[in-house]
């Protein structure tokens, strides 16, 4: 068996195996994509200490600092299944059976979509999901938000102060973020919230210059030229997999206390499939790191 097994690929997996194996315990890391969300991440200018880079150069750099290490990489492998026996059990789709004393769950989440035409096409040139990630490149510009939860419009406030017009598209008569976020977000003079409103098409050239919508109670169609747009209508935890096996909230996530346990003794969980508040690379490294040294603290006392 294995010391400590990770079950993702990302910046939260990457950080927990190499802490891991820093430790000289036996590790594993099974992937069903390494690299994670950052693969389809453009440039990157909040990775403290590296002023910019791009989402597939840092995910090779994780790669290959993880192959610094005398780590089982088990790449495009999913795990379907977990079980806590005498050791952790984790099954993945082609039928193996790996087992380890520990685990750390690092399974990320992904956006949702709206999946209109135009959302894939400009996806990172002008279709952006992370505010804290890509506000800035639209300085000046203007924008549309879609979603009226509290994601979204956290998001319009954030690109508000950042942007020179936000437009807000809810799909519902009305908005579903807390009343505190709505009276912030009416307040202020540059956000324009449409409701009952269905996004139709994300127009562009080359990249994002416009957004059509409907009115769904009077069916007109209207049409917005802007330079962005950012999908703000949920991301989904990678957990399902779970099922009951693991505490998890209503969002999906993963329950975790401040050093990365779950309500199984033994498994740990890091990054963006945990209740952790904040979706970041630099976030999810600290969160594999806690989860990894709170394992071996684990294995030490077991
Ligand atoms: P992920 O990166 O989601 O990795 C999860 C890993 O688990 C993947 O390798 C996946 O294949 C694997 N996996 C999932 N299910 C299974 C399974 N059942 N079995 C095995 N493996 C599985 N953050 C920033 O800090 N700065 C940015 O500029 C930035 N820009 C972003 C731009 C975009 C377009 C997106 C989508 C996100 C961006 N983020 C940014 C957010 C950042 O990418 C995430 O917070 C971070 O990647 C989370 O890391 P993670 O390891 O928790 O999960």
């Known amino acids: ?96 059976v790996l087992k380890s004393k520990t685990v750390i769950l690092a399974t990320g989440a992904r956006w949702r979509n709206v999946g209109v035409p135009g959302e894939a096409e400009f996806k990172n040139k002008g279709v952006a999901y992370c505010t804290h990630c890509d506000g800035p490149l639209f300085e000046g510009k203007d924008v549309a938000v879609i979603g009226g939860g509290n994601s979204g419009i956290e998001a319009a406030i954030d690109l508000a102060g950042i942007a020179n017009h936000v437009t807000v598209l809810e799909f519902m008569p009305e908005l579903k ?51 962005g747009t950012f999908v703000q209508i949920g991301l989904v935890p990678n957990t399902d997999w779970l099922g009951d096996t693991i505490e998890r909230n209503r969002f999906g996530e993963i329950v975790v206390n401040n050093r990365g346990e779950t309500n199984i003794p033994g498994v740990f969980a890091a990054g963006d499939c945990t209740t952790s508040p904040y979706n970041q690379i630099i976030i999810a490294m600290g969160s594999g790191a806690t989860a990894s040294l709170s394992a071996f603290d684990y294995l030490v006392r077991n």
């Open 1 to 96: 068996p294995y010391d400590v097994l990770v079950v993702g690929g990302g910046p939260a997996a990457a950080s927990a195996a190499i802490y891991a194996a820093r430790k000289g315990v036996r590790t594993g890391i099974v992937a069903e994509r390494f690299g994670g969300q950052i693969l389809d991440t453009a440039s990157i200018e909040n990775f403290i200490s590296v002023k910019h880079t791009e989402g597939p150069q840092l995910a090779a750099s994780l790669e290959e600092h993880v192959k610094e290490y005398n780590v089982d990489i088990m790449n495009l492998q999913r795990a379907t299944r977990l079980e806590k026996k005498d050791f952790v059990e984790i099954e993945l789709e082609n039928g193996a």
């Open 177 to 227: 973020a807390d009343s505190v976020l709505q009276e912030r977000v009416h307040s202020l003079p540059n956000v324009n919230v449409l409701k009952n409103v269905q996004t139709k098409e994300i127009t562009g050239v080359d990249s994002v210059n416009g957004i059509t919508y409907v009115d769904r109670e009077s069916g007109t169609e209207h049409h917005v030229e802007l330079s």
